[in-house]
């Protein structure tokens, strides 16, 4: 019913910058909030930053001050701006949103995620 794409994955080196999106696309009435999540092998979930419809935003300590976070409601979209990349951020970064649904139901999407490698 609703579906998230994250794109923008790759293999830079530490010190790079990468640019992460993620697109919803289905039965969406509104999106109350957007976040990115992190998972390195071995290692639990970890959310990075998250962005509400009136553009507040989080920030795990861990990239504040190199990570920004940035949405568009009518867009349907969420962006992750990451500078100064360290080898420790290398994970599976998803995308997860809390969806009002065309029924005015409520749930939260997950995307497939998308790989960020970051070399030494």
């Known amino acids: 019913q609703v579906q998230l794409v994250e794109s923008g994955g790759g293999l830079v080196q530490a010190g790079g910058s990468l640019r992460l999106s993620c697109a919803a696309s289905?039965?969406?009435?509104?999106?109350?909030?957007m976040r990115w999540y992190r998972q390195a092998p071995g290692k639990q979930r970890e959310l990075v930053a998250a962005?509400?419809?009136?553009?507040?935003?989080y920030y795990a300590d861990f990239v504040k001050g190199r990570f920004t976070i940035s949405g568009d409601n009518a867009k349907n979209t969420v962006n992750l701006q990451m500078n100064s990349l360290k080898p420790e951020d290398t994970a599976v970064y998803y995308c997860?949103?809390?969806?009002?649904?065309?029924?005015?139901?409520?749930?939260?999407?997950w995307g497939k995620g998308t790989l960020v490698t970051v070399s030494s």
């Open positions: 997860n949103a809390n969806v009002q649904t065309a029924d005015n139901s409520g749930a939260s999407y």
């Open positions: 289905g039965s969406i009435f509104r999106i109350n909030a």
């Open positions: 962005i509400n419809s009136g553009s507040g935003t």
